[in-house]
């Protein structure tokens, strides 16, 4: 079965500053993959997913992008963070249809 | 985004308590997934369905797919403290890209 890893765990970042949140995926090949935020006691918001290499499609206008540079791992940035960006951000990933997630980072902008 | 309809939205039972909760939609889903998320956590996915009236059982949870494919019930029996967190459903459509749509969560408290 697969494993997701995210790092970092959390993250406190200043208005104005850059981001980058990795997403690795192991023991599957090829899957989808997505990016979700969820704001505290919400639920969850889909904002990009991958169906392969270099493949992003975005769900919603947003202060982010994505990118998928290898099969398994999924990269989520901004070059500017807001403060509206805070929430926590996970990782998912699909292989045969069912997404299983990754721990999740909490990023706090101040 | 599309949500779908989940309720209740938070409930506080007492340890052994049996646990109901429903997940509704105004269109179909192929599929349909339940997962449970502790606090600071991923979601995790306790029941899968994939056939409308499919009824399946983990444990103490059964999960039912509804016949008209636009909704869900998860039932807890004999609750436990650990049964506390958020329950959240999620449906899917074929050729989707596996996208799901998912509920608006129920809170599940559980007092001794």
């Known amino acids: 079965s697969q494993t997701i890893h995210q790092w970092p765990a959390t993250l406190v970042q200043p208005v104005g500053s850059p981001l980058s949140l990795e997403c690795t995926v192991e023991?599957?090949?090829?899957?989808?993959l997505y990016w979700y935020r969820q704001a505290a006691g919400r639920g969850l918001q889909l904002l990009f997913y991958s169906v392969g290499i270099g493949q992003i499609s975005s769900e919603v206008p947003q202060n982010l992008s994505a990118s998928r540079p290898q099969d398994r791992q999924f990269i989520l940035s901004s070059k500017k963070l807001l403060l509206s960006d805070s929430g926590f951000y996970l990782c998912a990933c699909a292989g045969w249809g069912e997404q299983f997630f990754g721990p999740g980072t909490r990023l706090t902008v101040l | 985004g599309q949500q779908l309809n989940q309720s209740p939205q938070s409930m506080f039972i007492q340890e052994g308590e049996d646990v109901s909760m429903n997940c509704t939609s105004s269109?179909?889903?192929?599929?349909w997934l339940w997962y449970k998320q502790d606090p600071g956590e991923g979601p995790v996915l306790l029941i899968a369905l994939y056939k409308a009236g499919e009824l399946t059982s983990n444990g103490r949870l059964t999960a039912q797919f509804g016949i008209t494919r636009k909704d869900s019930f998860l039932n807890i029996s004999a609750s436990i403290p650990s049964d506390v967190g958020i329950y959240f459903c999620a449906g899917q459509r074929t050729g989707t890209a596996s996208k799901l749509t998912f509920g608006t969560g129920t809170r599940l408290q559980v007092t001794l």
């Open positions: 023991g599957t090949s090829n899957p989808n």
């Open positions: 269109s179909i889903f192929n599929t």
